[in-house]
């Protein structure tokens, strides 16, 4: 690396997921140029992402293209928004099969991020097309529910000029001294302030912080009170469930402190000046289940741990480019 390079930190939910589940992934993902050998190895696996990653992806892209189309008076039923789905998940597939993320394969003047390059493929699992028809047929009735839903049209009655924004835009702000980024679903402020994010898994123990998170976003873009904004995690599968809520003051000032905290313990690992990040201060995780799952596992000593693991069903790929297949 470039020593002289200032390396800018900015938190979010993600990078702290990326912390938290294994301090090695984390190294990887915010180091992966300090090692001149290893960098573009590196950079081309932090590109990657699994099917159920696509499969939110798709569905994110979807429901935004829908709230776009209504914004200029276009109604979009189910169906159309289902067959964009498979028309999408068709292309981002093909692309990841056919590694047009690669330079030798990608047009001139594109950005290997704007390709699709998933980890089934990368490292040769077995049943790929049949789970990611699995993942299709899942994306279909997740933007199905949402469509068919009152939910949605009561979404298409509000007064469009207050929708703040319907996709997952980056906000940048600050908490404390610390940089912060979220990308925000839907946010709206007919009738009261409004956050959506929109879910295509199972609810997870974050999801709330999450939200809250999101509503300190609002009160820094916009001057939303966090404890009067309406807060939503909308379910899409197997049917649409809605969680609603306005955090408490001790629950924005939880997080508050709970932002802050994670962003000091992720800058007690960075380097000062010039120095190279110490691989040694970021543990393999102990548990072998994110190995299996890890964008970095062609190049990473913990996944070996994988070559004897009942959790190892596809073994480990010591070289990933041989792995793919032409
Ligand atoms: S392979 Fe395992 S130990 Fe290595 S970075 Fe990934 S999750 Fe962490």
Redesign the pocket.
């Known amino acids: 690396m470039n020593g002289e390079k200032t390396r800018e930190f900015r938190w979010s939910f993600s990078l702290r997921t990326h912390f938290e589940?294994?301090?090695?992934?984390y190294?990887?993902h915010r180091f992966w140029d300090q090692d001149p050998e290893n960098k573009w190895k590196l950079l081309e696996m932090r590109n990657i992402s699994t099917l159920v990653m696509l499969r939110g992806s798709v569905v994110h892209e979807v429901i935004a293209e829908s709230l776009r189309a209504v914004k200029v008076g276009n109604e979009v039923s189910a169906e159309q928004a289902a067959d964009r789905v498979t028309a999408k998940m068709r292309k981002k597939m093909r692309e990841s099969y056919y590694k047009m993320w690669h330079i030798s394969n990608r047009p001139p003047g594109t950005r290997q991020s704007q390709f699709t390059n998933l980890l089934e493929h990368y490292y040769g699992f077995p049943d790929t097309e049949e789970r990611a028809r699995e993942h299709r047929d899942i994306a279909q009735s997740c933007v199905r529910n949402l469509l068919d839903s009152d939910m949605w049209r009561e979404i298409a009655a509000t007064n469009h000029s207050l929708w703040q924004t319907v996709d997952d835009k980056p906000f940048f702000f600050e908490i404390g001294k610390y940089k912060t980024c979220a990308k925000l679903d839907f946010a709206h402020c007919d009738n009261e302030p409004t956050i959506i994010d929109w879910k295509t898994g199972h609810a997870g123990a974050e999801d709330r912080l999450q939200l809250v998170f999101y509503s300190l976003c609002g009160e820094h873009t916009w001057g939303w009170e966090p404890t009067k904004t309406k807060l939503m995690a909308v379910y899409l599968y197997p049917k649409l469930e809605v969680q609603l809520f306005r955090p408490s003051r001790e629950e924005v000032e939880e997080v508050t402190q709970l932002v802050m905290e994670s962003c000091r313990q992720m800058l007690l690992l960075e380097p000062s000046g010039n120095e190279l990040a110490d691989i040694n201060r970021f543990p393999?995780?102990q548990d072998?289940w994110?190995?299996r799952w890890?964008?970095?596992?062609g190049i990473?000593?913990?996944?070996k741990r994988l070559a004897d693991s009942v959790e190892a069903p596809y073994g480990v790929v010591e070289d990933a480019s041989e792995a793919y297949p032409e």
């Not at 890890?294 to 596992?297: D, L, N, S, V």
Request: net charge positive; hydrophobic share 25%; glycine share 4%.
């Open positions: 589940s294994c301090r090695r992934h190294f990887y393999l995780t072998i994110n190995c890890c964008r970095f596992q990473c000593e913990g996944a």
